[in-house]
């Protein structure tokens, strides 16, 4: 039994589960827990915590992130920066064995000269060498001559001094000239606590590794979540926007960055020299379609297309391709006149919602476009086989927050959401090659050839 199946048949006995302070707590009508339910409990006791624990969003409505948002006082740059990383012989890089790290890596390869040393979690180098490997290959990037220069350190982003040993971080806060923080925690239903210490306080962990003996340039890859408060609602937020409203912002994935971006500005004010990269959802490479299938995006065509619905939105589908997302972000990184500043890398030129039920259809595929709330229920329906990509995905497409008692797509919608400008970002570029192609026929035609030759969508029958 699923645990979705689980919780619905304990719903309908009337069993009441909460999760508070790592326990999980029970309330039920007298005589029903029989000594089966009592087993099934104790027996899946680990498993139903976890997830109540992800889900704590429902009990932690309100977190002050303000409060959060402070950076530990001995945070400060040693030294004035001597280089600004413009042509660094070290990089320290983290995320290298996710989607965008992997194209940051293979762009940091070409660009640079530099060795790049990549924070991975494990136990050995040779397979934290591997992972590294692996990633590129899997996106395409791979090229043998790359070998000599991936370093790999055993690390985890969440730790103090990112897990390593004292000497570790002393040894690389004295080589490295420039950092690349690209890890972090992606999801849509964990709770603000849980992604906090990779998100939060990883970043703070970046920041005095940057701060550390030799002062670095610091590259962070934030997001347009971070947008999230009704205050940015139908306003222009362009590149320098001050980032100061945060209330409101449901998702524990964007408190997070948020929060953390917060961090990375007040460090920024403390003499570090930084750049702030944001972006919309980072689609497939737009020249082989190759994308994390795991991603939002893709479970949603995919779940779509299993369902046979989809919710009638007024949205803009903002996808920005990972090739350019990295190209941007490690050309303006070595531009010595572009450092302390932040950038966006979304498309300028995005795509209806409608426009994809549009395409799906023009494939053959059988889809409805149906009101939100009834395709809730329908997905709300795929809990008893636990058989849809969306399933685990129920809280973020169902959760109603706010005295609108409003979920996080609804909030998506064009009237909701904010404007946001790209053109100081593409003025920079504009003398280079750098261009977001836009999200139209052409490019869904090559996610799709992706998807279907990688066997991740079946052809419509
Ligand atoms: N994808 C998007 O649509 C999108 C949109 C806007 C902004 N962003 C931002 O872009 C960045 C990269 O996103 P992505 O899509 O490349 O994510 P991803 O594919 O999920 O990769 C995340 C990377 O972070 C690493 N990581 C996570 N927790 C860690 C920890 N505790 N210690 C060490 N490494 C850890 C992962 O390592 P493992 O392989 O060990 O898990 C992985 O390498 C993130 O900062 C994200 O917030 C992404």
């Known amino acids: 039994m699923s645990l979705y199946q689980l919780f619905d048949w304990l719903n309908k006995q009337g069993i009441k589960l909460s999760a508070q302070d790592g326990k999980l707590h029970l309330r039920a009508p007298k005589g029903v827990l029989s000594p089966e339910i009592q087993t099934i409990l104790s027996e899946r006791k680990a498993e139903i915590l976890e997830f109540m624990t992800q889900n704590q969003q429902k009990i932690e409505k309100f977190i002050d992130l303000s409060a959060e948002a402070v950076l530990e006082s001995t945070i400060y740059p040693e030294n004035t920066a001597t280089s600004l990383g413009t042509e660094p012989t ?146 222009i937020v362009d590149e320098n926007e001050s980032l100061s409203d945060w209330e409101d912002i449901y998702l524990g994935y964007s408190q997070s960055k948020w929060v953390a971006e917060k961090l990375v500005m007040e460090a920024r004010n403390r003499g570090l020299p930084i750049n702030i990269y944001r972006s919309a959802f980072i689609s497939g490479d737009s020249q082989t379609g190759i994308w994390k299938n795991n991603d939002i995006i893709c479970r949603m065509i995919k779940g779509y297309i299993q369902m046979g619905s989809m919710p009638q939105l007024d949205y803009f589908l903002d996808l920005s391709p990972v090739d350019y997302v990295a190209q941007g972000i490690v050309y303006l990184s070595r531009q010595k006149q572009a450092i302390g500043k932040c950038y966006h890398l979304n498309n300028p030129h995005p795509y209806h919602w409608q426009n994809l039920f549009a395409w799906l259809c023009s494939l053959g595929y059988s889809i409805q476009l149906i009101p939100y709330q009834q395709w809730q229920k329908q997905l709300s329906a795929t809990m008893r086989t636990n058989q849809n990509v969306l399933t685990s995905l129920i809280p973020f497409f169902c959760q109603e927050w706010g005295q609108e008692k409003i979920t996080i797509p609804e909030l998506y919608q064009q009237n909701i959401r904010p404007k946001i400008s790209c053109q100081e970002t593409i003025n920079t570029l504009r003398e280079t090659s750098i261009v977001c192609p836009a999200v139209d026929t052409a490019l869904l035609k090559i996610y799709f050839s992706y998807f279907l030759s990688s066997g991740y969508l079946e052809p419509a029958s």
């Not at 762009?107 to 494990?122: M, S, W």
């Not at 040779?126 to 790359?146: D, H, I, M, V």
Request: net charge positive; hydrophobic share 40%; with cysteine.
């Open 90 to 235: 070290s990089i320290f890089l983290t995320g290298a064995t996710g989607f965008l790290g992997a194209f940051l890596l293979s762009e940091l390869l070409q660009q640079t000269q530099a060795k790049i040393y990549c924070l991975v979690r494990g136990s050995e180098l040779e397979t934290a060498q591997g992972r590294l490997q692996n990633n590129l290959k899997f996106y395409n990037l791979w090229n043998s001559s790359f070998q000599s220069r991936i370093i790999p350190v055993l690390g985890d982003i969440s730790l103090p001094q990112l897990g390593l040993t004292t000497a570790t971080f002393s040894k690389l806060a004295n080589e490295i000239d420039s950092i690349y923080h690209s890890g972090a925690l992606l999801s849509y239903v964990y709770s603000y606590a849980r992604l906090k210490p990779c998100n939060v306080l990883g970043t703070q962990e970046i920041l005095r590794l940057a701060c550390q003996s030799k002062t670095k340039s610091l590259h962070y890859i934030s997001s347009f979540a971070v947008f999230e408060s009704s205050a940015y609602s139908q306003k």
